[in-house]
């Protein structure tokens, strides 16, 4: 062969983190906060609801390219109900299969060859690549830890504006330190998007998963931002069916018009019957985001609670259902080695951030955890992690006790 299969696009990227990580939580039989995939499904009348529709032959057949128009009413009366935004359900609302391919088919229909793309460092693992698909050029924007809370230095991000910015990708409430961006913040980057005359394509996939006093704000409420902002988000996380893969992006009528031509040929149209039962989910009373809101409040709790009592220095997530940690308590410097013998040394598996940096060093000592799962396998994984202050890095995994895989959703 005169040249590799993989082409030059795509060369830096290898099998994602979450397949190395999952393989060995498998191989191990660790406890696996690595994935963030709920282990207990959403609400049994939105699953009854799915099934109801295939059974009534709704979404069987192709459904239309935009997605089934019960789907997107409910989508624009979400946007207008929860935060005034008004968009006509007919041309500035596009289903997707996920926000991963509302990600995609915004990179790929709004950047041109050559174009930068602003994003937050560390970023979510498909942005990378489909800026790279796209042709674009990534410039990220390293959010640091300052007072307990991953922070967007403004001026970085003003520096980091080019002649040649396209748009700014951002992700809020923020995987994987769990930010979420404050009305201050917003409003400096919807100024600077007005001022550099700049696109912003936001992933809001946790809207619904905000704690303690924090608030989601989309970004599309600023100023200037309506004509100017993709926002995207999912059924995945809100109402745990993240094997779905229901999604939406929504816009002005020119900038959803170019996000639909790209998805026309990557899917040409996203699962039916789906489409039918998460247009009820987004009716769910009040009640039901409170009450999963609260939940995952407390196991964020009982996580970072168990975390702190292992040694790991905490971020408190805002939102989200990810904890970042620091290892360096452990005398550790190293997050990819330190999640690869983590399974040997306590069988626990997680994330490490260091794969979501172009600088390496900046998220080097980093480890994510996910908390969406249920009580006792957090509780099992906390009393795990205690053994690593008490054992130390030599520790024989031996004495390992029995594996609690078949607790876990696959
Ligand atoms: C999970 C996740 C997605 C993917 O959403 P799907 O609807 O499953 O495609 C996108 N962005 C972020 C930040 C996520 O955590």
Same mark, same amino acid.
């Given at each position: 062969?005169?040249?590799?299969?993989?082409?030059?696009?795509?060369?830096?990227?290898? @099998?994602?983190?979450?397949?190395?990580?999952?393989?060995?939580?498998?191989?191990?039989?660790?406890?696996?906060?690595?994935?963030?995939?709920?282990?207990?499904?959403?609400?049994?009348?939105?699953?009854?609801?799915?099934?109801?529709?295939?059974?009534?032959?709704?979404?069987?057949?192709?459904?239309?390219?935009?997605?089934?128009?019960?789907?997107?009413?409910?989508?624009?009366?979400?946007?207008?109900?929860?935060?005034?935004?008004?968009?006509?359900?007919?041309?500035?609302?596009?289903?997707?299969?996920?926000?991963?391919?509302?990600?995609?088919?915004?990179?790929?229909?709004?950047?041109?060859?050559?174009?930068?793309?602003?994003?937050?460092?560390?970023?979510?693992?498909?942005?990378?690549?489909?800026?790279?698909?796209?042709?674009?050029?990534?410039?990220?924007?390293?959010?640091?830890?300052?007072?307990?809370?991953?922070?967007?230095?403004?001026?970085?991000?003003?520096?980091?504006?080019?002649?040649?910015?396209?748009?700014?990708?951002?992700?809020?409430?923020?995987?994987?330190?769990?930010?979420?961006?404050?009305?201050?913040?917003?409003?400096?980057?919807?100024?600077?998007?007005?001022?550099?005359?700049?696109?912003?394509?936001?992933?809001?996939?946790?809207?619904?998963?905000?704690?303690?006093?924090?608030?989601?704000?989309?970004?599309?409420?600023?100023?200037?931002?309506?004509?100017?902002?993709?926002?995207?988000?999912?059924?995945?996380?809100? /109402?745990?069916? @993240?094997?779905?893969?229901?999604?939406?992006?929504?816009?002005?009528?020119?900038?959803?018009?170019?996000?639909?031509?790209?998805?026309?040929?990557?899917?040409?149209?996203?699962?039916?019957?789906?489409?039918?039962?998460?247009?009820?989910?987004?009716?769910?009373?009040?009640?039901?985001?409170?009450?999963?809101?609260?939940?995952?409040?407390?196991?964020?709790?009982?996580?970072?609670?168990?975390?702190?009592?292992?040694?790991?220095?905490?971020?408190?997530?805002?939102?989200?259902?990810?904890?970042?940690?620091?290892?360096?308590?452990?005398?550790?410097?190293?997050?990819?080695?330190?999640?690869?013998?983590?399974?040997?040394?306590?069988?626990?598996?997680?994330?490490?951030?260091?794969? /979501?940096?172009?600088?390496?060093?900046?998220?080097?000592?980093?480890?994510? /955890?996910? /908390?969406?799962?249920?009580?006792?396998?957090?509780?099992?994984?906390?009393?795990?992690?205690?053994?690593?202050?008490? @054992?130390?890095?030599?520790?024989?995994?031996?004495?390992?006790?029995?594996?609690?895989?078949?607790?876990?959703?696959?």
């Amino acid at each position: 062969m005169k040249r590799p299969p993989l082409n030059r696009r795509l060369a830096e990227f290898g @099998t994602t983190i979450f397949a190395e990580m999952s393989a060995l939580a498998v191989s191990t039989g660790s406890v696996n906060l690595g994935q963030g995939f709920p282990d207990t499904d959403g609400p049994d009348r939105i699953a009854e609801a799915a099934v109801r529709a295939i059974r009534d032959g709704r979404g069987n057949q192709y459904p239309p390219g935009p997605g089934v128009p019960e789907l997107r009413t409910a989508v624009t009366d979400h946007q207008r109900e929860r935060y005034g935004l008004a968009y006509d359900p007919d041309t500035e609302v596009l289903v997707t299969a996920g926000a991963t391919e509302a990600i995609a088919a915004a990179l790929l229909g709004l950047v041109e060859p050559g174009d930068e793309v602003i994003a937050l460092e560390p970023y979510y693992d498909s942005y990378a690549a489909c800026v790279a698909m796209a042709g674009g050029t990534r410039v990220p924007v390293t959010l640091r830890p300052r007072g307990g809370r991953f922070v967007l230095d403004l001026d970085e991000l003003r520096d980091a504006v080019t002649d040649r910015t396209r748009l700014i990708l951002l992700n809020t409430p923020h995987n994987p330190t769990g930010t979420v961006l404050t009305r201050e913040e917003l409003a400096a980057i919807a100024a600077l998007a007005v001022e550099r005359d700049l696109l912003v394509v936001t992933d809001e996939v946790y809207e619904h998963i905000v704690f303690d006093d924090s608030e989601h704000i989309p970004i599309a409420t600023f100023p200037g931002m309506r004509e100017r902002t993709v926002t995207i988000s999912s059924a995945g996380k809100t /109402f745990s069916f @993240t094997g779905w893969k229901v999604g939406w992006a929504t816009g002005a009528q020119g900038l959803v018009t170019a996000v639909r031509t790209a998805k026309q040929y990557l899917t040409y149209v996203s699962a039916g019957p789906f489409q039918y039962a998460i247009a009820e989910a987004l009716r769910l009373p009040d009640a039901y985001f409170d009450g999963f809101r609260a939940d995952l409040q407390r196991k964020r709790d009982l996580l970072a609670d168990g975390l702190r009592a292992a040694g790991f220095q905490v971020y408190q997530p805002q939102g989200t259902y990810f904890i970042t940690t620091d290892v360096t308590p452990f005398g550790e410097k190293d997050a990819y080695a330190f999640c690869r013998a983590l399974p040997e040394r306590c069988g626990v598996v997680a994330i490490p951030n260091s794969v /979501f940096y172009d600088d390496p060093d900046a998220g080097r000592s980093q480890v994510r /955890f996910t /908390f969406c799962k249920k009580n006792d396998v957090l509780q099992e994984a906390a009393s795990r992690l205690r053994r690593l202050t008490r @054992t130390g890095p030599t520790a024989a995994s031996s004495d390992m006790p029995g594996t609690p895989r078949d607790r876990e959703a696959d």
